[in-house]
């Protein structure tokens, strides 16, 4: 098998992977279920109370309550694996509580999660002198997602030019293009030097 063989199928495993992905299971919910979108929630309407709805983004705040425990998010719009996509512009906050303690050593500022739980009224509270209003999720499953690791890189190096058997290097740029990533080329990320030489 040669490069780009290997290449294409490298391509299409990501592809067959992505193609395939799910809310993890804590968070997963059967096929039809109804859900309200973080969107819906206005302060002065409480005509959605009771839904379920899933939401995720990135932590801001922790409280450990006596039987609960309180997260304050940075809500994202979620990729199709209910991660937070952090590429897109946060659309503000909402607040979920937990049954039992999430340990904030772990659910700690800045970590992304996905929570599933039931819409309850609004609550309220001061973000340095502003009060704002927090659409807030009872009884919810959190999942915490891993930071994820850096995406495959494939690096093609070129630059010889002539014709055979007379090739000749002239130097080169290597370009990078990321498995499962974005589809257009990366900018240069260095150019090979090297002398003429003939082969």
């Known amino acids: 098998m040669n490069f780009f063989k290997k290449l294409l199928l490298s391509i299409s495993i990501a592809t067959v992977i992505t193609g395939c992905a799910s809310y993890p299971d804590s968070v997963s919910i059967p096929e039809g279920t109804n859900l309200t979108a973080f969107s819906s929630v206005k302060a002065d309407d409480n005509s ?8 995720s983004g990135v932590i801001a705040a922790v409280k ?3 039987n609960r425990t309180r997260l304050d998010v940075l809500y994202y719009p979620s990729k199709r694996t209910g991660r937070p996509d952090l ?6 906050r909402f607040r979920v ?4 303690f999430l340990d904030p050593a772990v659910f700690k500022k800045g970590k ?4 599933l739980g039931t819409i309850k009224e609004n609550e309220s509270q001061k973000i340095d002198e502003y009060e704002y209003s927090y659409p807030t999720l009872n009884e919810a499953k959190v999942h915490l997602w891993k930071k994820l690791d850096p995406p495959t890189g494939v690096e093609f190096h070129y630059g010889w030019y002539g014709h055979y058997p007379h090739w000749q290097w002239q130097g080169g740029t290597r370009h990078r293009y990321i498995i499962g990533g ?6 240069p990320t260095g150019v090979v030097k090297s002398k003429d030489k003939k082969q």
């Open 87 to 92: 590429k897109e512009d946060p659309a503000g």
């Open 48 to 55: 959605l109370n009771g839904n379920q709805a899933r939401w």
């Open 182 to 187: 974005t589809k257009r080329k990366i900018a």
């Open 64 to 66: 450990n309550e006596a």
């Open 112 to 115: 992304s999660i996905t929570a």
């Open 97 to 100: 509580y937990a049954d039992g």
